[in-house]
């Protein structure tokens, strides 16, 4: 499995970007979908996950800020990143859940796209 994140780059506090994650598979073979982050220097830290019924479930330090989504025509998830701080600075990942896993046990990681946030 394969996953391909893309949409990072430089903003301002209070602006907004979309990061896109492509899966190689088809998205409803996954218990789960997810986004982390991991900041300079800190552990890596769950934003958000899609469950394959659909149910959604973030962090409380992106809740009413961030919209996680997919295309499953697209095999992809998206997040939609508003209101963004520089506390929100960080490379952020995608994650897919194997169907027999629990949904915040990733089973296979993308790449990772830089998101910064300028004060």
């Known amino acids: 499995v394969q996953l391909q994140a893309s949409g990072g780059g430089l903003v301002q506090a209070g602006g907004s970007l979309r990061l896109s994650c492509a899966a190689s598979?088809?998205?409803?073979?996954?218990?789960?979908m997810s986004w982390y982050r991991q900041a300079p220097g800190k552990q890596r830290d769950m934003v958000a996950h899609?469950?394959?019924?659909?149910?959604?479930k973030y962090s409380d330090s992106v809740k009413g800020r961030f919209t996680i989504s997919r295309d499953n025509a697209k095999n992809t998830i998206y997040l939609q990143m508003n209101s963004l701080k520089p506390e929100d600075t960080a490379v952020y990942y995608c994650?897919?859940?194997?169907?027999?896993?629990?949904?915040?046990?990733?089973?296979?990681w993308g790449q990772g796209t830089q998101v910064t946030v300028s004060s």
């Open positions: 994650a897919a859940v194997h169907l027999m896993s629990d949904y915040d046990d990733p089973s296979y």
């Open positions: 598979a088809n998205i409803f073979s996954f218990n789960a």
């Open positions: 899609i469950l394959r019924r659909g149910i959604t």
